[in-house]
């Protein structure tokens, strides 16, 4: 699943109250001061301000909802097919566009049925995303099927069903007549049947790309077995 983003009650309410209360207080208790002093009140607002800037800024940051940290495409082009590293470098760019707009659609997003599409869609981008850091898949060329298969859930399938989605939501309001509302709910099952099938053929692929890694782990500690073995029985190792 996504990491749960934090709703602007969170990451914009919590640090503006914060900056007010504090803000506030500190213009008081330093005003109230520099009255019995028989200064001003300009410097107390100026610190009052100061602070909640201060304390707004600094909540707001730590409260801010983190982005996925950016896909690695090898330590070198070196290291990648020219093709390959052109046509992952697309599906990065198609994935985080989607990404970005799925968040965007989740933040305007009514009812648990819609939220519950869009993060499944933005799990299956997530994945892709996890899937196109791994040197199995980069060391393939751009005609892989199972490249161009990431190139177009990224790029076609996933985008097509979130269009999808976007269409639907404004039939399911209060105000659409019974028939209109219940045809966009059938619209909603099945956009999250196709999204379903999708995440089937990722954990195919995974497990692919997982299970090629046994093998190999497989056939090196075999050979590490069978090499250190016939040296330990070496007799020309204990002249």
């Known amino acids: 699943m996504p990491p749960r ?45 100061g602070v909640a800037a201060v304390v707004g800024g600094g909540t707001g ?41 799925i968040q965007r659609m989740q933040r305007r997003a009514r009812g648990s049925a819609v939220t519950q599409i869009l993060q499944r869609a933005e799990t299956l981008l997530l994945r892709i995303d996890t899937l196109l ?21 990224a790029d ?16 399911l309001a209060p105000t659409t007549t019974e028939a209109a509302r219940a045809r966009a709910i059938e619209n909603l099952h099945s956009i999250e049947e196709q999204l379903v099938v999708l995440g089937d ?9 997982v299970s090629g890694v046994t093998r190999s782990l497989d056939v090196h500690s075999e050979f590490l077995r069978t090499r250190f073995t016939d040296s330990a029985e070496d007799p020309l190792l204990d002249r």
Do not use: C
């Open 61 to 101: 940051y730590l409260l801010r909802n983190r982005r996925p940290q950016p896909v690695r495409l090898g330590r070198s082009a070196a290291e990648i097919p020219a093709g390959t590293r052109t046509m992952l470098e697309k599906i990065v760019k198609d994935s985080r566009m989607q990404r970005r707009r």
């Open 5 to 49: 983003r934090r709703g602007r009650w969170l990451t914009v309410g919590v640090p503006a109250v914060l900056a007010a209360a504090l803000g506030i207080s500190s213009f008081l208790v330093l005003g109230v001061s520099s009255l019995v002093g028989g200064a001003g009140l300009l410097s107390p607002l100026l610190a009052g301000l």
């Open 156 to 171: 076609r399938y996933v985008p097509e069903l979130v269009d999808a989605l976007e269409d639907t939501v404004g039939f």
């Open 133 to 153: 850091g791994s040197p199995v898949l980069q060391s393939r060329r751009a005609s892989d099927a199972d490249v161009m298969m990431l190139e177009g859930m």
């Open 201 to 209: 053929r990722l954990d195919r692929l995974e497990n692919d790309v």
